[in-house]
């Protein structure tokens, strides 16, 4: 299996894992060590080492944004392609909320990978949208299902 294909293999776990909130879904997916990096402005901007620590944290942010929202769909901006051992591409996700317009954020991903599994998963966030996704979140924070207790 190319890393594309193990890379299409990992979305689609990761969408089992997010559905579930199973995350050891995840776990042939990544090295021991590995690191998932945000580069963006913060506080979008995160650096997580480790799979147990890299699992946690997406269990996190889907609990404390993802799933405040109706819905979400992810979709692929551009076909990933292998750029030297790495899968990359661009993102977008898309967040629907009753009574308030979509929130749209768009981003790109790249994949590093050590054999089958990765060992760094980066995601790269203009400024702009983190400024506007913070501005969303302010003006329709009221409409977003309450985190949990």
Same mark, same amino acid.
């Given at each position: ?6 890379f299409?293999a990992?979305? %689609?776990?990761f969408?089992?894992?997010y ?6 879904? +995840? ?5 021991e060590?590995?690191?998932?990096d945000?580069?963006?402005? %913060?506080?979008?901007? $995160?650096?997580?080492? *480790?799979?147990?620590?890299i ?10 944004l ?10 692929? +901006? $551009? %076909?990933?392609?292998?750029? *030297? *051992? %790495? ?5 977008? @996700?898309?967040?629907?909320?009753? /009574? @308030? ?9 790249t994949? +590093?990978?050590a /054999?089958?599994?990765m060992?760094? +998963?980066e ?5 702009? $949208?983190?400024?506007?996704?913070? $501005?969303?979140l302010?003006?329709?924070?009221t409409?977003?299902?309450p985190?949990?207790?």
């Amino acid at each position: 299996m190319n890393i594309i294909d193990r890379f299409a293999a990992y979305a %689609a776990a990761f969408e089992d894992a997010y559905a579930s909130d199973d995350w050891s879904k +995840l776990d042939p997916f990544f090295t021991e060590d590995a690191v998932y990096d945000v580069v963006a402005e %913060a506080p979008f901007a $995160t650096s997580i080492a *480790g799979r147990e620590s890299i699992k946690a944290y997406f269990k996190q942010i889907c609990t404390v944004l993802d799933r405040r929202f109706d819905s979400r769909s992810v979709e692929m +901006l $551009t %076909a990933p392609v292998d750029r *030297g *051992g %790495a899968v990359w591409f661009r993102w977008a @996700a898309t967040y629907t909320l009753a /009574g @308030a317009p979509n929130l749209r954020m768009e981003g790109e991903e790249t994949a +590093l990978f050590a /054999g089958d599994r990765m060992r760094r +998963l980066e995601d790269r966030i203009a400024a702009e $949208t983190v400024r506007s996704t913070q $501005t969303y979140l302010a003006e329709h924070d009221t409409k977003l299902k309450p985190l949990p207790a």
